[in-house]
């Protein structure tokens, strides 16, 4: 070989210069052009991580209260002549007994001054409906509880619960100031002071009121223009109507003194505590007031000299718990009888109507046993389907247009594989509704062709190399398949199926035609009982109205997002582990 | 070579062919590809005990022919075999012939050292066991470390047996495919370029083995190394384009070729 260099271009062979300006400004060009398309991947990274982050961080952040339940401690007094009158501890004689009157009682007893009975009524509704079952199964647990006076746990209703977890109404707390004289007539209370106590509130008031004219003013100046020789009469009583409310507020705003009484459907409500006491204000003066005695005194009280006034924001009307059920609950709560807890009871028990009760064993048992027929079905028929298919099948048309359509099969929207389960399961069959052997069916239906299409990949993978050795030595060829090539593709196929898993694990749609949405408390005992699955339950607690269910709603989600995680994670982890360099 | 193993003797005690007997008759063989008609009329015989090469430029169907002897063609569905090869006067296309026995007595060495991602001993052990060559334990052993002794590989790998074979370097796994074909006492193997992914040095080792195997199985070298051929080979037979051009024992062919096309490929001059 000849130095390229010092020979002269033969002719007819073009020379080219690259070091010209022309050339060096398109490698400039290139690198602007790689730096830009780096910069625009780097971009969708982010962005879709930021995504990411906010979709978990909001999940979670909705998510978490589902995890904890609070609960008032009182002390029982667990009646035999309630629970066991005859005294013989049979278990149907303890399921029968009266734990609702024994609960009920001792909450009851925590506020002697509520006799009306209306008001009972809503003093009984903040004790979930499922604390009597309770105290029933830890009874039933321990008959020698029969008798004695045991400390246990309450559990809330779904409102007092929200109330805690700072779901309900803003309240805000300043001390008041100045010496009160009280004077207790029935519920009714008449407070008083020198020099003006009230002062601050009932500026607080009318400024509240001002704001009130103000927003109704926005609203009347939003009304369309009235028009000349008009004659919508609704309208124009309306703008009168309104009117009138704004003049009226800012004159009763701008009246500086002049004592006001509380509208509690659209203000928001102020209440007095002191010694263990709870009146909420009805008629504020600058130095007197007169109100409602909610809770009261732990004694006799004429004179007070320290206390506190909160205000809660919401008017009374526009939230679930009244203003008597917030001073109950923050009355038992500085008593130290609230206590917040983990609640083991989202993880054991069924679906509920009250939120408080309500869990997801019964769904995460349906999408166990579900995900179980699922396996069951789709591994050894679709790893049987891929080895024929790529080992053993001839290659001919019939097998081409196989293989086209368990290609397709993978694309076709999952509510299609729900009609087919049920006109084929159920209308055919007749296998029972809404139970995880038909939803395990159908949704092995859909991971089917994924599974196939993974196995028959892992399968390809396996170098042919490998089975020419066995064939050298003398294996057959379904030998060399299964003792060598199926071993090899096992992590691929594995992986495959766990995905598949996955996919089928968060999948709704199928499973709402075949009945997997019903209402079902009991937790599924078998593959034929009525069940639902984590998906389902998600979508059908995101429908409730119920604030609490929100919570669960996000809760449920964080608990299918993690079982998610984990079996991608394992099929993450199952690559690494076995990938092979051949 | 000498091994007292139960084995060999076995061997031994079969008949005696004829020692010019060919032990592998090739008659009329074509092979088609689809349309391609990839070997054409090929005749040749294998000698028993001797180490046979083929050489040819890439694509003249010596490794085609190479996979006839033990139907390894088989498994391309689109492949067709016509003419006659006969091991010990025996058609190895006769439909009752069972073709998974057949490459148990003709074993294969690729041109890619190919152990099975399993330990070394399971590597070896896999033929046997599968033919039922061993009663027990004891006796599946002694054939693996035979195996192992007569590839020239124990001394080097008997600390490790139960590491994986694909834990080996490249001529070691060689070697470890030779033990592995000859575990199955076959009568006849098969080397398809069997040192074309290795170093010289691990060459010369297979080489030796090679030469030393010759004793007591009919060897069939495939090679692009006319070196080679030359070394190992007691006979060689030419390819080109399909046909085999000529066919003699090795020092006939290097230094007295008959065809002209024969004279130019080992001389450099195409090829």
């Known amino acids: ?40 991947g780097l971009l969708a990274v982010l962005f879709a991580g930021a995504f990411v982050f906010i979709l978990l961080a909001d999940i979670v952040r909705k998510g978490m209260p589902a995890f904890f339940e609070h609960r008032v401690v009182l002390t029982l007094d667990l009646d035999a002549s309630l629970i066991d009158p005859t005294g013989r501890r049979e278990i149907d004689a303890l399921r029968n007994g009266d734990y609702n009157k024994i609960v009920m009682d001792a909450w009851r007893a925590n506020f002697p001054e509520v006799t009306q009975r209306a008001e009972r009524r809503r003093l009984e509704a903040l004790v979930s409906s499922g604390a009597a079952d309770d105290l029933r199964a830890a009874v039933i647990r321990d008959p020698a509880l029969i008798g004695q006076k045991i400390r246990f746990p309450i559990l809330l209703s779904d409102d007092a619960d929200l109330h805690f977890k700072g779901l309900s109404s803003r309240i805000s707390s300043a001390p008041g100031t100045g010496a009160l004289d009280v004077k207790i007539n029935g519920r009714e209370v008449e407070l008083s002071g020198s020099g003006q106590p009230f002062a601050a509130i009932l500026a607080d008031v009318k400024a509240g009121l001002m704001q009130d004219a103000e927003r ?45 009484t509380i509208d509690f459907s659209s203000m928001p409500s102020r209440i007095v505590r002191a010694e263990g006491a709870s ?43 009244s203003d008597a059920d917030i001073a109950w609950l923050e009355t038992l709560n500085g008593r130290g009888a609230i206590e917040k807890a983990f609640s083991t009871r989202f993880f054991t028990s069924g679906d509920s109507r009250e939120p408080e009760l309500a ?9 166990a046993l579900t995900l179980l027929v699922t396996l069951m079905v789709c591994l050894p028929l679709g790893v049987g389907a891929a080895v024929y298919l790529e080992e053993f099948a001839p290659k001919n048309r019939f097998t081409d247009i196989l293989e086209v359509n368990i290609n397709n099969l993978a694309a076709v929207p999952s509510i299609v594989f729900g009609l087919l389960g049920l006109a084929m399961f159920l209308n055919f069959f007749g296998l029972p509704r809404s139970a995880p052997l038909v939803g395990g069916l159908v949704l092995a239906l859909l991971v089917l062709p994924t599974i196939i299409i993974a196995s ?7 170098p042919p190399s490998i089975k020419e050795a066995a064939l050298g030595v003398g294996a057959s060829h379904q030998q060399a398949i299964f003792h060598h090539v199926l071993p090899l593709a096992m992590p691929g196929i594995m992986t495959g199926t766990i995905i598949g898993m996955a996919h089928a694990l968060g999948e709704t749609a199928p499973l709402l035609m075949i009945g997997m949405v019903a209402f079902i408390v009991d937790i599924p005992q078998a593959i034929t009982d009525p069940g639902t699955v984590l998906p389902v339950q998600i979508y059908l607690w995101s429908d409730l109205p119920e604030v609490a269910f929100q919570a669960k709603t996000a809760g449920a989600i964080l608990v299918l997002l993690g ?20 | 070579m000498s091994f007292a193993s139960p084995m060999i003797q076995e061997q031994a005690n079969m008949p005696e062919p004829a020692a010019a007997a060919a032990k592998v008759a090739a008659r009329n063989v074509n092979v088609y590809y689809g349309e391609k008609h990839a070997l054409k009329d090929v005749s040749v015989d294998i000698p028993v005990r001797a180490v046979t090469s083929f050489i040819g430029p890439s694509g003249c169907g010596k490794s085609t022919f190479l996979r006839c002897i033990n139907r390894m063609n088989d498994t391309i569905p689109i492949c067709r075999v016509t003419g006659d090869i006969t091991i010990d006067g025996k058609d190895i296309y006769d439909s009752r012939l069972d073709v998974v026995l057949l490459r148990a007595r003709v074993g294969m060495v690729f041109q890619k050292p190919n152990p099975f991602p399993k330990s070394i001993y399971e590597n070896v052990a896999y033929g046997p066991r599968l033919h039922g060559m061993a009663r027990s ?63 010289p040095i691990a060459t010369a080792k297979i080489e030796e083995l090679i030469d030393e195997l010759r004793s007591n199985f009919t060897i069939v070298i495939v090679t692009h190394s006319m070196q080679q051929a030359a070394r190992v080979s007691q006979r060689t037979a030419f390819f080109h384009l399909g046909s085999l051009v000529e066919e003699g024992s090795t020092e006939q062919i290097f230094t007295n070729p008959k065809d002209k096309r024969t004279q130019d490929y080992i001389t450099g001059r195409f090829g």
């Open chain 1, 1 to 40: 070989m000849t130095d390229t260099s010092m020979t002269p271009p033969a002719p007819g062979i073009r020379t080219f210069d690259y070091g010209s300006d022309e050339a060096q400004a398109r490698v400039k060009r290139r690198y602007q052009t790689e730096a830009r398309f780096k910069l625009y």
């Open chain 1, 216 to 260: 109704i003013g926005a609203e009347l100046a939003r009304l369309p223009a009235s028009q000349q020789g008009g004659n919508n009469a609704a309208l124009d009583a309306r703008r009168i109507e309104l009117a009138q409310r704004v003049a009226e507020l800012r004159r009763r705003a701008g009246d500086v003194g002049s004592a006001e």
């Open chain 1, 279 to 321: 009146i909420r204000l009805q008629e504020i003066g600058a130095s007197s007031a007169k109100g409602f005695l909610l809770v009261a005194p732990q004694r006799e009280i004429s004179r007070i000299d320290s206390w506190t006034v909160a205000t809660f924001a919401t008017p009374e009307s526009n939230r679930k718990a």
């Open chain 1, 359 to 367: 869990g997801i064993r019964g769904a995460l048992i349906g999408s």
């Open chain 1, 456 to 462: 028959r990949a892992a399968l390809k993978a396996v």
């Open chain 1, 563 to 582: 079982f998610l995680f984990v079996m991608n994670g394992a099929a993450i982890l199952l690559r690494r582990r076995f990938e092979r360099r051949w």
């Open chain 2, 137 to 199: 334990k004891t006796e599946l052993d002694e054939i693996v470390v035979n195996s192992l002794k007569r590839a020239s590989l124990f001394e080097e790998v008997k600390d490790r047996l139960q590491e994986s074979g694909t834990g080996l370097s490249g001529g070691q796994q060689q070697r470890l495919c030779i033990a592995r074909a000859i575990a199955v006492s076959p009568e006849v193997i098969l080397m398809d370029e069997p040192c074309s992914a290795l170093d």
